[in-house]
Every structure is written in C-alpha cells, then in structure tokens.
C-alpha cells in the first residue's frame, strides 16, 4: 500500500514504525545518547527511537530541538525517518538541516493505519509512504 | 521560491560557502511551507555555544561582516565552571573559545541572553527579527508585537549569516488572529506569584495540538511584565505555541476581538482550579525532599526578580547551590544595587548562561560526580528541562519556596490554594 504525502526532508529509508499520537520534541523527550525517550512519565519512556520510522502528530517544544537532533544523528541514535501529521517550523528545520527523511500531511491517517512495530519505506523525496511491502 | 538577484548570488555562492550553505537551509525550510519568498530581517539572533561546532563552521565559512546587528542566546562558560570546581568544566573550553572568536570577528554583539528586552535591545511592533530560542521568540511576538516565526538555533543563524527569513507563518498578519482561546473558569488570580503564570502557561501549550496563536481572556488588564512574560514563554516548553495574545496586556489584543480577528476559535481551552492543580503536580518530579540546587533566571532574571531574591536573602547562608542566570547588564545593575553582594553572601551565584538546558550543576556532562541530584525551580520551563535534559529530580514552587530549599535544603513547598 501507498500513502501520498508532501516532502518536508529529501531521502529516503525504511525501518520498524513507532507510532504516538501526539506531538514529539528533539530536545527533552529524546536521549541523544541512547535514542530513547527521556522525558519523565512519557507514554513511550524507554523506548528507542534509534534507526525507527517514528510517526506522530507535530513538533513541539524549544528551538533547541534542531541542534538536539544534530547530536542525535552524529550519535547513530535518530530515527531513520519521519512521518507527522502536519510539521512546524522547528521540526522542519531540524530534519532538513540533519538530513532526516520526513513527510508530512499524509493523505491517509497514517497515526491509525500504521502500528507500532510495522515495517514502512520512506521516500520522502517522491513523497511516499509504503506499508505492507514484499507481502 | 522567488529570490532577487541579491538572493541568487548568496545562494550560488558569491558571498562564501558560508551564505551559500546558509541560504540553502532557509530556501528548503520556506519551500516546505510555500512561502513565496524571503523578507530582510531588522536584527538576528543566535546561541553559537548550542550550534554543534561542524555546523557553526559550515555556516560561518567565508561570511563577512553582517551589515545588521545579530545578538546571542546566553552562552557557555566553562571558564566559570571551572573556577567552580565542576569537574569536566575543560571539556568545554577550547570549542567555546573557537567559536566565540569566529563570534567576535563576524562583529555580532555579546548580549548572551535570552531576554534581551531587558537590555534595551527590543523590537518595535511589526519588526521581523528572526531568532533562536522560543521564549524570546513567543516575548517578542506577543509581548511587543514583533514577527518571529517559530524556528530552531540552526535555522536562526541561517538567517542571521543572509540577513534574510522566510515569508511564513507568523510573519503574515492574518497568521497572526488566535486559533485557540482560553477561558478562565472560576479562577481567582488575586495572589498569583509568577510560579502560577509559569503553571498557567505550561498547561495551556500542553492543550494546544498544533502551533498556531493563542488568545488568553479573564486575566486583570495590564498584567505586569514579569507575569505577562511567564506566562508566554512556559507554552513553547509544553507545546510549540509561538504567538500568545492577552486580552487587555499585549499589543495585538486590546479586546478579545482585537485578538481573534472574525475568527470563530477551533478550540477552546477551559482552565479551573483542577487544571492547575495536575500541573503543578505534574511539574513536581521528586522522591525525597532533600534539595541539592536551586535555579533561578529562565528566562533571564528581571531587575526586580534579582531584587526580591535579595530580600529574601538577606543575612542567610544557603545549603544548596544557587545559581541566578542573568545578563551581564542586569547583574551589573544588581550589583550597583547591591543586591548581588547580598545574593552572593548567602552563596549564591551569577552567571549568564541558560539555567536550564545549559545548567552547569544539573548537567552530568559539566559537573560530573558533582551534578546535583535534586533541584528548586520556580520556572516551569526550567522544571521541564532540568528533570528531562539533566535527569535530576525536580521541585516546582515559588520564588520564596525555592529560597526557602536553598536555605534549609529541604522541600517545604506546597500546593497553592487555588481559588
């Protein structure tokens, strides 16, 4: 199956999807050293991030979430790729300027349609979302 | 995008690697929202101590003097923090001389804040004055009506090197109209410290899904700065809020329909007595209630914060360490009013660095085995970053309660009786 979506930043790739319906931060929920999620009574606390499809609803929190994905990306930690709902600014920004494949406002509601744990390819590029591959 | 000739030389590299690379980061960034175009910016603003030093270099290779005036976020000071005794304070030193005297050369002024309107350094209504930091940005949209889009550090030296922003977002006057209004439900707001704002602010940009403006109603006409301000800036930490009008205080919001423009609100935010209750709650991250740090100044101190802490302070010794961050302006002012020798007798210090994410005592890769394990705050955005970026237990209370821990070094703060 195919889900158009529009490019926020050019790549592609492919991985295990962590779904959370709700907005995500760079810097506060994320480890950049570990790749899990940090943040204190967070839904997905502990879980890694590192080399996932992540796919959530938007970005939120300080501007410093670009340079936190920075030193994510450098530390081999950040998701393979994103899919949101509709980006913002901050989160565009960080994944263009880190080079983080993401997509967003995807024709489909992607927050039901994918589950945890489901592989999905990314080509941001073409604006593409590919599930249930080599089935 | 269309670019003028100007634009195109930057992009193709006629003014260094440094423009070119820049301006590329800022034409992808405004074609993922359609803008139309890039707009000059009044002045710039960045945090070259948060830029990983690759991309610094990328950015700054080759950019000559900038003819508009470009500040900075609060920096680091591992010179300080060495003098301090923190422990891996040298692993910081030589990255932060290199960049700031790459800073130094490209002529862009040391304010090393992230309230810069408190040095006279502020935008008159209507400015576009990119920048990172997203409690400056949201203080300098909705308290002086400035266009500041919602962007990260990287992207705000991209625009600082180009002199040039994105046409997007918050810089386009119908963007500016609420989305989301906020309604007090029964709340008496009569004995409200600046901790209460912080909490009212945290918990509203938790509401709001998206980034879009809010408008807060029922709050007393010409709420004073210190309260207008903390509660602006706790919604970017909690949610991406980056405009928040308050009916009666800001500029853009003389009258709830001022703020709303004929928009019909998409959500309404309803908040009582329970909403501030969780929240404060929520902000509470602490097992015991033994008190290691107390954090002051996020975002920077004002004059009359320095002045109350002083007060409290007088003729104590504190238990705990105490850090106030704050401008050299501001400090120097404080010490001129002799309150910083009365806040550094108790044992409390000064410094103009981020309290938060770059607090040299919460932070295990400054401090060491010397990281403090539990920390005071009267700051939710403080709260948020000390418990999630430091890993350390966290105590959210009032100004007076956090002087109280760092005295006693124990938690005797209490939930707040809302009423």
């Known amino acids: ?135 | 995008m269309l670019l003028t000739d100007e634009e195109k030389k930057m992009r193709d590299g006629g003014y260094g690697p440094g423009m070119r690379r820049s301006m590329d980061l800022l034409v992808k960034l405004g074609e993922s929202f359609d803008a139309e175009r890039l707009v000059p910016i009044s002045y710039g603003h960045i945090g070259y101590d948060f830029c990983p030093e690759a991309f610094w270099d990328k950015m700054t290779e080759g950019v000559p003097q900038t003819p508009h005036r470009v500040t900075t976020h609060p920096s680091y000071s591992p010179e300080v923090w060495k003098a301090w005794g923190l422990p891996l304070a040298d692993n910081w030193i030589d990255e932060h001389e290199r960049k700031l005297k790459r800073f130094k050369e490209l002529g862009w002024l040391r304010t090393e804040t992230c309230a810069e309107y408190l040095l006279g350094i502020f935008p008159r209504k209507g400015d576009v004055v990119p920048m990172g930091g997203s409690c400056m940005q949201v203080a300098n949209n909705s308290l002086f009506g400035a266009k500041v889009d919602r962007m990260g550090i990287l992207v705000s030296l991209a625009a600082a090197v180009c002199g040039r922003t994105p046409l997007m977002g918050l810089l386009i006057p119908e963007n500016r109209y609420a989305n989301h209004l906020v309604e007090l439900d029964d709340l008496d707001v009569s004995d409200w410290t600046m901790s209460e704002y912080h909490c009212l602010g945290y918990y509203i940009g938790d509401q709001v899904p998206g980034f879009k403006p809010v408008a807060v109603n029922g709050l007393p006409p010409n709420l004073p700065f210190d309260f207008a301000r903390a509660l602006v800036i706790s919604m970017p930490t909690s949610g991406a809020v980056t405009l928040a009008h308050i009916v009666g205080t800001t500029p853009e919001a003389p009258t709830l329909e001022a703020a709303m423009g004929d928009k019909r609100p998409e959500q309404v935010i309803r908040v009582g007595k329970r909403e501030m209750k969780e929240t404060w709650e929520r902000l509470n991250v602490w097992e015991d209630d033994t008190v290691e740090h107390v954090a002051f100044g996020c975002p920077h101190s004002t004059i009359d914060e320095i002045g109350r802490i002083a007060a409290l302070l007088e003729g104590k010794k504190v238990m705990t360490t105490l850090l106030i961050g704050a401008s050299t302006p501001v400090e120097a002012l404080a010490r001129r009013q002799g309150w910083a020798d009365i806040i550094e007798k108790a044992g409390g210090l000064f410094l103009p660095a981020c309290p938060s994410i770059a607090n040299p005592f919460t932070r295990a890769d400054i401090a060491g085995e010397k990281q403090a394990k539990s920390a005071a705050t009267n700051s939710a955005r403080s709260a948020h970053y000390i418990a999630s970026v430091g890993g350390v237990k966290v105590f959210f209370g009032t100004e007076e309660e956090c002087v109280n821990a760092a005295i006693s070094g124990k938690w005797k703060g209490e939930m707040p009786k809302w009423k």
């Open chain 1, 1 to 135: 199956m195919e889900i158009k979506a529009h490019m926020v930043s050019a790549g592609k790739a492919e991985g295990k999807a962590v779904v959370y319906n709700g907005p995500f931060a760079f810097l506060g929920d994320l480890s950049p050293v570990t790749g899990k999620i940090c943040m204190p009574r967070h839904q997905l606390e502990g879980t890694s991030l590192a080399n996932k499809v992540f796919v959530f609803t938007t970005g939120k929190g300080s501007s410093g979430c670009d340079f936190a994905a920075w030193a994510t990306k450098k530390n081999g930690m950040a998701p393979a790729a994103i899919i949101c709902m509709e980006s913002e600014p901050v989160l565009s920004g960080a994944v263009i300027a880190t080079k983080i494949p993401t997509v967003d406002r995807p024709e489909e509601n992607v927050l039901e349609l994918i589950k945890t744990g489901d592989r999905v390819k990314v080509d941001a590029t073409a604006g593409i979302i590919e599930l249930d591959f080599g089935r």
